[in-house]
């Protein structure tokens, strides 16, 4: 065997090795991508809780609900190292739920009160925002102003309602959210469309069960495109990523080319 020969075999064997890490490391991340999800509902107070499942880590929860690491420690008061355990309920993130103030009513002499329609009982208000999230953390702050032209979709489980609306803009001091009311009270399901050149920085499908005289605001938050992405935190403290198995593999298979040219040349 020459020596142009014994080249183009270990040109192969690498080209082979690299082609099958890249094809392991597509597997996995396309794996990641088809978990999946099912937004919680809030409960009373509010809150989103999420279980977390046997075995997942914080990059995977972050995967799945789209709620960066940095919320989740914050939500949850947890460590850098964000250590969740199989069974543990975390809050992922959290809804404003005000009841309407009760209508206030003028005494007035009976000979003077005239004959009016009583309201429709167990109606309620839902009430939507999406913000411009400048800083990326998934939460409304002071100075991140309301965005137009999120497609705002508002439908019941059973069917029988389907409403849409257009978020407005502005300062949320001066201008109020866009709201669907007289809403029979429920279980519904919001879903937003974010406008061109933004990103989400919050989920954008969320499940929202509404009580009689109840106004809920819901916010979604967005970040232009160009923008840099919120700092995720990461959990490789417990676990070793596919990219450094991949480079691992990678340099083995040089290493055993080179050994295996020298041995060839010192035979020789």
Same mark, same amino acid.
């Given at each position: 065997?020459?020596?142009?020969?014994?080249?183009?075999?270990?040109? +192969?064997?690498?080209?082979?090795?690299?082609?099958?890490?890249?094809?392991?490391?597509? /597997?996995?991340?396309?794996?990641?991508?088809?978990?999946?999800?099912?937004?919680?509902?809030?409960?009373?107070? &509010?809150?989103?809780? $999420?279980?977390?499942?046997?075995? *997942?880590? %914080?990059?995977?929860?972050? #995967?799945?609900?789209?709620?960066?690491?940095?919320?989740?420690?914050?939500?949850?008061?947890?460590?850098?190292?964000?250590?969740?355990? &199989?069974?543990?309920?975390?809050?992922?993130?959290?809804?404003?739920?005000?009841?309407?103030?009760? /209508?206030?009513?003028?005494?007035?002499?009976? &000979?003077?009160?005239?004959?009016?329609?009583?309201?429709?009982?167990?109606?309620? *208000? !839902?009430?939507?925002?999406?913000?411009?999230?400048?800083?990326?953390? &998934?939460?409304?702050?002071?100075? #991140?102003?309301?965005?137009?032209?999120? *497609?705002?979709?508002?439908?019941?489980?059973?069917?029988?309602?389907?409403?849409?609306?257009?978020?407005?803009?502005?300062?949320?001091?001066?201008?109020?959210?866009? %709201?669907?009311?007289?809403?029979? +009270?429920?279980?519904?399901?919001?879903?937003?469309? !974010?406008?061109?050149?933004?990103?989400?920085? /919050? !989920?954008?499908? $969320?499940?929202?069960?509404?009580?009689?005289? *109840?106004?809920?605001?819901?916010?979604?938050?967005?970040?232009?495109?160009?923008?840099?992405?919120? #700092?995720?935190?990461?959990?490789?403290?417990?676990?070793?990523?596919?990219?450094?198995?991949?480079?691992?593999?990678?340099?083995?298979?040089?290493?055993?080319?080179?050994?295996?040219?020298?041995?060839?040349?010192?035979?020789?």
């Amino acid at each position: 065997m020459n020596k142009r020969t014994k080249l183009l075999i270990s040109a +192969v064997l690498f080209l082979l090795i690299t082609t099958l890490a890249v094809a392991t490391l597509k /597997t996995s991340n396309i794996a990641n991508a088809q978990t999946p999800y099912n937004t919680p509902t809030a409960d009373a107070a &509010g809150r989103i809780i $999420y279980t977390v499942q046997a075995g *997942e880590f %914080c990059s995977q929860i972050q #995967e799945r609900t789209g709620v960066p690491i940095s919320e989740i420690i914050r939500l949850n008061g947890l460590t850098e190292a964000c250590e969740v355990f &199989g069974g543990d309920e975390i809050v992922i993130g959290m809804v404003e739920v005000t009841p309407l103030p009760p /209508t206030a009513t003028a005494t007035i002499p009976p &000979g003077q009160i005239t004959p009016t329609l009583t309201p429709m009982p167990g109606l309620a *208000e !839902i009430c939507v925002v999406l913000f411009h999230d400048m800083d990326g953390n &998934g939460m409304r702050t002071e100075g #991140e102003d309301f965005l137009y032209g999120g *497609e705002v979709s508002v439908n019941d489980r059973l069917g029988t309602i389907s409403l849409t609306g257009t978020t407005v803009a502005g300062s949320p001091d001066i201008v109020e959210p866009y %709201c669907f009311t007289d809403l029979p +009270v429920g279980t519904y399901n919001i879903s937003i469309a !974010i406008p061109d050149d933004f990103n989400a920085t /919050t !989920i954008t499908n $969320y499940p929202l069960e509404v009580r009689a005289g *109840e106004s809920a605001t819901i916010d979604f938050g967005a970040q232009l495109a160009s923008a840099p992405g919120a #700092e995720v935190v990461s959990d490789t403290v417990r676990r070793i990523p596919v990219l450094g198995i991949v480079g691992l593999i990678i340099l083995l298979a040089g290493v055993g080319l080179g050994v295996y040219m020298w041995r060839s040349n010192k035979a020789e």
